[in-house]
């Protein structure tokens, strides 16, 4: 089959295919694309179920680290007031993996962008060639009006008029002949009218999910960017309070990572499956849901010389009918308006109205070529599996740069907490108040001394 213009697939579609696939029960299944197989529907879950079991290992590691911390910490001498060693190098850990979460955070949103172009692409194909295929609609419904509208009115009066002459009543009915034969031919070639499947609402579709995709994957950015900004101004201000709130977020975010990290990885796998060979799974589709012939669809999806244009012997017969037609109304024109004036009216009329036809003719051979649709379909291609699909590896680079800082915070913090000053509790309090433990005990020893 032959590959639409300005698209081959990329290295990555060719390494996410090539990677093993299998069911729940480990049993291998082949990378052909197959949405509605229940083995190809497992093995997309399994893929996103690894994220799962990523996450459940991050969560027992963090775990058994902060029980080992809290409940195996050595007991500090009394009066020590000095920091255990090494808590500077758990402060700076923590920082650099915020400051990794940050750089992250930079990666997810170029590739939300990159995502957003690419299904952009996409939308703005399917409406081009929505736009093609109304347009050969009306166009071939506006030539058939006119067409039937000539024949009932012009034709008709032109016949009446000419009724003594026999020979050129002949010549008037035989271009009421080809008139109907050009109005029968051009009716099959709106191959489009009344197919259940519409590229607009298609692309509605897909720009509505899209919307909501591209706005949860920017909230969960922003969060993310929150907990680490906070986080950090927490570690510097060494408030006790705000540590805490973080800690319990970067818990929440991390969770979200690897869910996102799941879902990222089980859509790349299965559009690399389908951008390796995305011609025969769209024919067949494209079959189901429209009815249409193969030999049309094969025109426009494959669009080479080994496939013909299935329209050719209509467009010929008519093109030979409304050459016919000019043929006649010249006759008529030179022969009958001499001796009927009367009939120079419907002439000049039929003549306007079939070059006006003539026109839309041209425009509409032109529109049925399988270039355009078939250059819309490369574009819907690209954007589908160049720039969506390498947006989704930079989603996926950010959810496990993020999954990775956020399992070091939540191991560092409460070390980094651990080591902050007593007095951080009182960090707000007046020095002249009162009730301050360090202005009550200076007030204590000051009655003392009277």
Known sequence: MGA???????????????LPRADFQLRPVPSAFAPQEREYQQALLLVAALAGLGLGLSLIFIAVYLIRFCCCRPPEPPGAKSPPPGGGCVTWNCIAALLVGCAGIGVGFY????????????SSALLHANHTLTAIDHLVLEMVERLDEAVRTELTTLEEV???????????????????????????????????????QVAEDVSFVEEYRWLAYVLLLLLELLVCLFTLLGLARQSKWLVIVMTVMSLLVLVLSWGSMGLEAATAVGLSDFCSSPDSYILNLTQEETGLGSDILNYYFLCNQAVSNPFQQRLTLSQRALANIHSQLQGLE??????????????LSLEETLNVTEGNFHQLVALLHCRGLHKDYGSALRGLCEDTLEGLLFLLLFSLLSAGALATVLCSLPRAWALFPPSDDYEDTDDDDPFNPQESKRFVQWQSSI
């Not at 639409?4 to 090539?18: D, F, I, K, N, T």
């Not at 002459?165 to 051009?186: C, K, N």
């Open 162 to 200: 000419l009724t003594q002459r026999t020979e050129l009543v002949a010549a008037a009915r035989g271009a009421r002949r080809q008139a109907e034969t050009v109005a029968q031919q051009l009716q099959g070639l709106a191959f489009w009218r009344g197919v259940p499947l519409s590229p607009l």
């Open 111 to 122: 590739g939300n962008s990159e995502t957003s172009d690419g299904v952009s692409q996409l």
């Open 334 to 347: 030179r022969e009958a308006v001499p001796q009927f004036p009367s009939a120079q009216k419907p002439v």
């Open 4 to 18: 639409p213009p300005g698209y081959r697939p990329s290295a990555w579609v060719h390494l996410l295919h090539q």
